[in-house]
């Protein structure tokens, strides 16, 4: 199978806010041609499209917002199910665990406290607000 020389066209983007500050905003591009995606996120004051561009991924996966409530932390990863992520919380690793619909899980209940993981692509156009309990997602249709 050849490589694809990719086309990537604009996907949608998710803001995240604590409360009425603007933390994040990711972006993805997918390739007209094979379906990948790409994705790339801003903080405020930086426009430059290049800033916070994410690695090209390489095989199949989906991007995946981590949400860490306890350090007001926002990271996006890209995963495979079956994979495992290593979190840094509060001068901790944890290890997570992606299982195949794409949740997050933990072998201890505890360390999944306080965090939570939303598909890209699956909630853009969209906002994250990190402020409420559980966090609440506004969904654009």
Do not use: Q
């Amino acid at each position: 199978m050849s490589e694809c020389s990719h086309e990537y066209v604009y996907g949608g983007l998710v803001n995240i806010f604590d409360g009425k500050s603007l933390l994040k905003v990711f972006e993805y591009w997918k390739c007209r041609r094979c379906g990948r995606v790409r994705a790339g996120y801003r903080s405020p004051g930086y426009t430059s499209p290049t800033d916070g561009l994410l690695p090209e991924p390489k095989d199949d996966g989906r991007w995946i917002i981590l949400v860490c409530k306890k350090t007001r932390n926002v990271e996006a990863y890209y995963v495979k199910s079956g994979e495992k992520i290593i979190h840094r919380c509060r001068n901790r690793e944890k290890e997570l665990y992606i299982n195949d619909e794409y949740e997050i899980l933990s072998k201890e209940m505890e360390e999944l406290e306080g965090h939570y993981g939303f598909l890209l692509e699956d909630i853009s156009p969209g906002v994250i607000d990190i402020s409420e309990d559980p966090v609440r997602i506004i969904k654009s249709t």
